[in-house]
């Protein structure tokens, strides 16, 4: 079993940053693909960018170049950068760590993006 606590989301404004956290619980999360995905409001969960165990990167279209993915496996911890944040990134955004036939989510995280 691996629990993940994410951390970091908040109220924002308009073209301002964020840093999203994500802690797992065990040692072998070097391993996991991660992922952080979101959901607004009325509308499904979607992917928004996701790291391998060897550091290649995926990112949903709407948030290419304004967010980076990075992770810290010696802090069993993924990160996830979000900068000139829009209002349309409001949502609430969760951790996943999956490999093979395991999959876990986080609790999730509210990011407001509002003046």
């Known amino acids: 079993q691996v629990q993940l606590v994410e951390s970091g989301g908040g109220l924002v404004q308009p073209g301002g940053s964020l840093r999203l956290s994500c802690a797992g619980s065990?040692?072998?999360?070097?391993?996991?693909?991660m992922g952080w995905y979101r959901q607004a409001p009325g509308k499904q969960r979607e992917l928004v960018a996701i790291?391998?165990?060897?550091?290649?990167?995926n990112y949903a279209d709407s948030v290419k170049g304004r967010f980076t993915i990075s992770r810290d496996n010696a802090k069993n911890t993924v990160y996830l950068q979000m900068n000139s944040l829009k209002p349309e990134d409001t949502a609430v955004y969760y951790c996943?760590?999956?490999?093979?036939?395991?999959?876990?989510w986080g609790q999730g995280t509210q990011v407001t993006v509002s003046s």
């Open positions: 996943r760590a999956y490999l093979s036939t395991m999959d876990y």
């Open positions: 065990r040692s072998i999360f070097s391993l996991y693909v």
């Open positions: 790291i391998t165990s060897d550091r290649r990167t």
